[in-house]
């Protein structure tokens, strides 16, 4: 990762808790990452890893219970003015899981793709409110005729294809991808994978990619953070963490994935992770930087392991 790659968004410490303040539930227990612009940046995890409530938390859908969520270098997260409410409204977008559930199925297209517009600084024309929801449709495949028509009338793929239009419109710099295509057919998940790297390129995007999905995201991530129970267990390049994984979670979550390739397979069924392997009773954990862009979870004696794992590895 070049040195001269600017911060974009800069997550510090970030706690997200649920229920009462006397019985709270920790689902995000002090997770730190930075995501540089145009990159794909993405967060991997079993379900209720805490993956999608981070996602959540940076669009200001959930709030913070501490920590600092920095954006283009102004602080996000807690209270903030209305003026810099809309900018973060405007300039960070979100591609949700499921495209039925995030349409509203009694308005048309039209409507769906533009109500961003609606709450927008700029006050725009009837005119130009049609002419911003013909071009995104264009922009994502789909006929521009297709703004009349309901939600229901379309297939998985296309209503999804609705979905990132609607972010698109607003023309964003930062989008949050939260499990985009593992609601599709698997048949029409690489069209959608290809359309969001084509409109990366386009429009200088950057995105942060949130699956559990580690095929996939290999295809279209730039840096992978692995997530478990609320903390990051590992941080690194694609390729770093497939070839080369460090932390038993990521090693299980690895042997899981199919690997065509030679370099990456791993022998025997797929691992089971044991938090029992740890130590932390005596030997507290923390979160470093193991070399150069590699971040991992770990004491001191598993950090002295990890480091002789590096250097057998070359």
Partial sequence: MSEERKILLSVR???????????????????????????????????GSGKTTIGRAIIRIYETAGGEVIFDGQKINGKISKELDRQVTRKIQMIFQDPMASLNERAKVDYIVSEGLYNSDRKFTKEERAEKVRRALLDVGLLPEFASRFPHEFSGGQRQRIGIARALIMEPEFIVADEPISALDVSIRAQVL??????????????????????????????????????????????????????????ALLSAVPM???????????????????????????????????????????WAAYQEELKKNG
């Fill in 13 to 47: 410490d970030m706690k997200v808790d649920f229920g009462s303040r006397r019985k709270p539930f920790h689902a995000v227990k002090g997770v730190s990452f930075d995501i540089y612009r145009g990159e794909t940046f993405g967060l991997v995890g079993e379900s």
């Fill in 194 to 251: 290809n359309l969001l790297s084509e409109l990366q390129k386009e429009r200088g995007l950057t995105y942060l990619f949130i699956s559990h999905d580690l095929s996939v995201m290999r295809f279209i991530c730039d840096r992978i953070a692995v997530i478990h129970k609320g903390l990051l267990m590992e941080l690194g390049e694609t390729e770093l963490l497939f070839r080369h994984p460090l932390h038993p979670y990521t090693k």
């Fill in 260 to 302: 065509p390739s030679p370099d990456c397979r791993t022998e025997g069924p797929p691992l089971i992770y044991d938090e029992s392997v740890h130590d932390y009773a005596t030997d507290k954990p923390f979160w470093a930087e193991i070399e150069p862009g590699h971040f991992v979870r770990a004491n001191q004696k598993e």
